[in-house]
Structures are given as structure tokens and as C-alpha cells.
């Protein structure tokens, strides 16, 4: 996947009908593909009205032609965009007619691929890409573009920068012991590297909400049949500004719905969908159940507190042996005398709301949150998008600099010391992608979808 000069070509815009839709190509000399199909190579950075030629010098469609040579484009190669007529048809015929000029179909994410080997962006960059693409939500997307524009690469190379100094202090004072240069004594070391440590957990923590904004939260609905699921889950999305996505399961009922909470999505799932979904085989449906109680991150558990006995069924009570910050609602309260409210103590979240009438769900909103590690009062703006891989190159960091703690008490393990630092320094230069391996590459870049 990672070196091929050829010209690759994609169609840009989403499938379906639109005002235009674009075509793609990249390459390192687009000017013979251009002759063919425009007649002539247009003006760089110019927009262009030009007539797009099938290979007998027949018009398939008009629309502008935009010419970006390399090095100033996007991949870094030449690039060529053809803005046509939004239609599948049209959009396939000006695709074929670059197939038959010499260009391939582009792999998903291949020229952003090429943007990175060309050293446009660097990896968080060419993952904020995606990230932009596929956020759900506007404080996501936010978060995303910030990366994009370099600064969560700037933040790890500042912290990178630290590390190198403080090694390299190191290295010399160990290299040259009795020399006139300035060596370092325990102390310092110690200090500098609490101060690094300092530094890095302020970007664990924003790499952490961060990635919070990107995956979201998934929250689990479980209670007895009629307790209020489905009107809470539609309570919850109310009032919500975004998107509501309904994901079908395999008969009538929606399983899961993507809310927003201050602008951090939400999966809510609820299980009662996906026991309705099996009636044929009933156990079928609980082992279901269990397994999105396993990969939850919050446990919402419902109570009818109008009932003088509440029915609890086994599976949820085996549910909610599972360590996972969990948060029990009585709902209901509309038809009891019981107030909105929340009762917390470090074990357990109840509040006290009606579904029905929505009295009390803010304060549910406000405990998903908490429940999930968010910082109330943060946006987007503030925090770094950070991918699973991102945190765990972090966590592996950590421990690096934890290790790097043990040995900084004396001086006869420096050069371990030194070594750990070494290596924080690699995990945390694989997040930018100063030293990546290529199978790491294609991970990335195969779940970019085509055009980009
Ligand atoms: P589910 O089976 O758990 O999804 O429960 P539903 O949301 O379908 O609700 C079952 C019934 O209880 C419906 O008739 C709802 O209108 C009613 N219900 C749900 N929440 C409340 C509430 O807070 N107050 C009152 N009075 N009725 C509610
Ligand atoms: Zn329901």
C-alpha cells in the first residue's frame, strides 16, 4: 500500500444526486490525463469552466476544472479536481474516462495516505481527517479540527522535546563524568522530570475527554417491561439539536439511539429491543444482553417507583453484579409524591424522575456525564480528539516515565533511567507518526472512505 507512484482517481462526493459532484486524482504528472480530458492542463489554483472529454474528444459533461501541481496540494502530488454535474451516471462516467487515461481507483483514505508519506500532515492530522468526516456531533467535529490543525501534534512534540533534553542531560553527564560540562544531580533530575510528568498528564486528561467527544458514551437501558424505557430514551432525545440516529434491529423495534449531551454523543441502548428481537429463542436474547451490558460503559437501571413491588428479573440484578458505574432511576414519580431529585453516595447514583412529564431527566443528563468522566463546562475546543490508539501509546508512556521514576533515585541506574525515557520517547513519537511501522499505516488509512 505505501509506495505507489501511480495516478490514483475516486469519487469525492457521497453517492447519490447532488448540485456537483466532484472527481478526484492524484499523481505525480497529471498533464498527459488532463490533455485528454480537458484538452489542455488549466491554470493552476484557477477555477476553470471547461468541458469534460470522453476518449473519442465527445463532452460528457461541463463544470470546473481545478488544477493544483505538486508541491502545493493536498497529497503533495499534482492533483487534479473535476467538479461536474452531481449525478451517479455522470460522476461515473468522468470516473472511467480516468481509468481509461491511466489512472487507478483510489484505495479509502489513499490521498490522505499520500498527504502523510509526502509529509503534508502528520499522522493525527491524516486521523483527524477521518474524524472530521465522521463526527457526530458539532463539539466533536470541533475537537477534530483543532487536531487537524496541528495542535495535538504541537503539544506531543513539546513534550517529545522535554524528554530529548532531559535525556541527553543524562547521557552526557554519564558519558563525561569528570568533565568541565555542568552534569546533573539527582535533585534536578528528579525536578525536571516531575515536571514532564506534569506536563504529560495534562495531555492524558484532554486525550481522555477528547476521546470521550469521539467515541461516545454507550449507556445501557435495563428494567421489567413498562417501567419507562422507551419514554425516558425519548425524553433524553427531546430536546436534542442533533442528530438522532435510529438503528433497526432485526423486527419492529429500534435497539439503539444516538443522542447528544452537551454535545458528547450518546449510545443508548435498549435491551428490552433486544429481547423482542428473539422471542424465538429467549435465550438467545439474554446472552445479547449480556454482552452490550459487558461493553457498556454506563448501566441505567429502572425502576416504576409507583409499583408497590417493583419486579426485578434475575438478569438484570446479574447485570448489575458487573463493576460499571451504574445509575438506578425511579421513574414514575409523577404518580407518587416524590420530588425530582438525586441520591448519591460512592456506590450508587438513584434519581428520582418522571419520563413522562421529563421533571428530573436533566439531573439524569448531568449523572450520565459524570458517571462517563466528563468535565462539565468543557468543549471541544479545549480537548485533543484522541483515538484508542492514541491512548494507548499514552498509557504506554506512563509507564515509561513511572519506571523512569524508580531509577532516577540513584545515580548507578541512570542509564536506565535514560532508557526508559528513550522509549517514552518512541510511543510518543508513534502518535505523530515520526517512526511507524507501515502495518500501522494501512490500519489507519483503510477506514477512510474513498475520495479522501
Ligand atoms: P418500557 O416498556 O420500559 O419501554 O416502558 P414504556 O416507556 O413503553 O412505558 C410504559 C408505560 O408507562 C407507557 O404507558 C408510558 O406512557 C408509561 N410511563 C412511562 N414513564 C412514565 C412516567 O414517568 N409517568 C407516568 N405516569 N407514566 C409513565
Ligand atoms: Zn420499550
Same mark, same amino acid.
Given at each position: 500500500m505505501l509506495d505507489q507512484p501511480d495516478i490514483i482517481a475516486a469519487i469525492a462526493t457521497p453517492p447519490g444526486r447532488g448540485g456537483v459532484g466532484i472527481v478526484r486524482i492524484s499523481g505525480k504528472n497529471l498533464t498527459s490525463l488532463a490533455r485528454i480530458i480537458l484538452g489542455k492542463l488549466p491554470e493552476p489554483r484557477h477555477a476553470q469552466l471547461s468541458q469534460f472529454l470522453d476518449v473519442h474528444g465527445k463532452i460528457i459533461d461541463q463544470g470546473?476544472? *481545478?488544477?493544483?501541481?505538486?508541491?502545493?496540494?493536498?497529497?503533495?502530488?499534482?492533483?487534479?479536481? *473535476?467538479? =461536474?454535474? =452531481?449525478?451517479?451516471?455522470?460522476?461515473? $462516467? $468522468?470516473?472511467?474516462?480516468?481509468?481509461?487515461?491511466?489512472a487507478r481507483m483510489a484505495q479509502p483514505g489513499e490521498f490522505t495516505l499520500r498527504a502523510y508519506l509526502n509529509e503534508k500532515i502528520d499522522l493525527v492530522?491524516?486521523?483527524?481527517?477521518?474524524?472530521?468526516?465522521?463526527?457526530?456531533?458539532?463539539?466533536?467535529?470541533?475537537?477534530?479540527?483543532?487536531? $487537524?490543525?496541528?495542535?495535538?501534534?504541537?503539544t506531543i512534540d513539546e513534550l517529545v522535546r522535554s524528554l530529548t533534553t532531559l535525556r541527553m542531560f543524562i547521557e552526557a553527564t554519564l558519558d563525561f563524568p569528570d568533565e568541565e560540562i555542568e552534569g546533573l544531580h539527582d535533585e534536578e533530575v528528579r525536578e525536571k522530570l516531575d515536571a514532564i510528568s506534569q506536563q504529560f498528564e495534562r495531555i492524558l486528561s484532554s486525550a481522555h475527554q477528547g476521546n470521550l467527544l469521539q467515541e461516545g458514551i454507550k449507556v445501557v437501558l435495563v428494567g421489567a417491561p413498562n417501567v419507562g424505557k422507551s419514554s425516558l430514551l425519548n425524553q433524553l432525545a427531546e430536546d436534542d439539536v442533533a442528530i438522532v440516529t435510529e438503528?433497526?434491529?432485526?423486527?419492529?423495534?429500534?435497539?439503539?439511539?444516538l443522542i447528544t449531551i452537551a454535545g458528547v454523543p450518546i449510545h443508548v441502548i435498549d435491551t428490552a429491543g433486544l429481547r423482542e428481537t428473539t422471542d424465538i429463542v429467549e435465550q438467545k436474547g439474554i446472552e445479547r444482553t449480556q454482552a452490550v451490558v459487558k461493553d457498556a460503559d454506563i448501566l441505567i437501571r429502572l425502576i416504576d417507583c409507583s409499583c408497590h413491588a417493583p419486579g426485578e428479573d434475575s438478569e438484570i440484578l446479574q447485570a448489575f453484579s458487573i463493576d460499571k458505574p451504574h445509575i438506578t432511576i425511579f421513574n414514575k414519580i409523577d404518580l407518587t409524591s416524590q420530588t425530582p431529585g438525586i441520591e448519591t453516595n460512592e456506590h450508587a447514583v438513584?434519581?428520582?424522575?418522571?419520563?413522562?412529564?421529563?421533571?428530573?431527566?436533566?439531573? $439524569? !443528563?448531568?449523572?450520565?456525564?459524570?458517571?462517563?468522566?466528563?468535565?462539565?463546562?468543557?468543549? =471541544?475546543?479545549?480537548?485533543?480528539?484522541? !483515538?484508542?490508539?492514541?491512548?494507548?501509546?499514552?498509557?504506554?508512556? !506512563?509507564?515509561?516515565?513511572?519506571?523512569?521514576?524508580?531509577?532516577?533515585?540513584?545515580?548507578?541506574?541512570?542509564? *536506565?533511567?535514560?532508557?526508559?525515557? !528513550? *522509549?517514552?520517547?518512541?510511543?510518543?513519537?508513534?502518535?505523530?507518526g515520526h517512526f511507524t511501522a507501515d502495518d500501522l499505516l494501512g490500519e489507519i488509512f483503510s477506514n477512510f472512505c474513498i475520495g479522501k
Open positions: 470546473i476544472a *481545478l488544477y493544483f501541481p505538486a508541491p502545493n496540494s493536498y497529497t503533495g502530488e499534482d492533483v487534479l479536481e *473535476l467538479q =461536474g454535474h =452531481g449525478g451517479p451516471a455522470i460522476m461515473n $462516467l $468522468l470516473l472511467n474516462q480516468c481509468l481509461a487515461c491511466g492530522q491524516a486521523e483527524s481527517v477521518a474524524d472530521i468526516i465522521e463526527a457526530s456531533t458539532s463539539e466533536a467535529a470541533r475537537c477534530a479540527v483543532r487536531s $487537524l490543525q496541528g495542535r495535538f501534534s504541537t438503528i433497526p434491529g432485526t423486527t419492529r423495534d429500534s435497539i439503539q439511539k438513584k434519581v428520582y424522575l418522571s419520563a413522562k412529564t421529563g421533571a428530573g431527566v436533566d439531573l $439524569l !443528563r448531568e449523572q450520565i456525564l459524570r458517571a462517563a468522566g466528563w468535565q462539565t463546562g468543557q468543549t =471541544g475546543e479545549g480537548l485533543f480528539m484522541a !483515538r484508542q490508539r492514541h491512548l494507548e501509546a499514552l498509557e504506554a508512556t !506512563r509507564n515509561h516515565l513511572n519506571t523512569a521514576w524508580k531509577y532516577s533515585n540513584s545515580e548507578s541506574e541512570w542509564e *536506565l533511567l535514560a532508557e526508559e525515557l !528513550r *522509549l517514552a520517547q518512541d510511543a510518543l513519537s508513534s502518535i505523530t
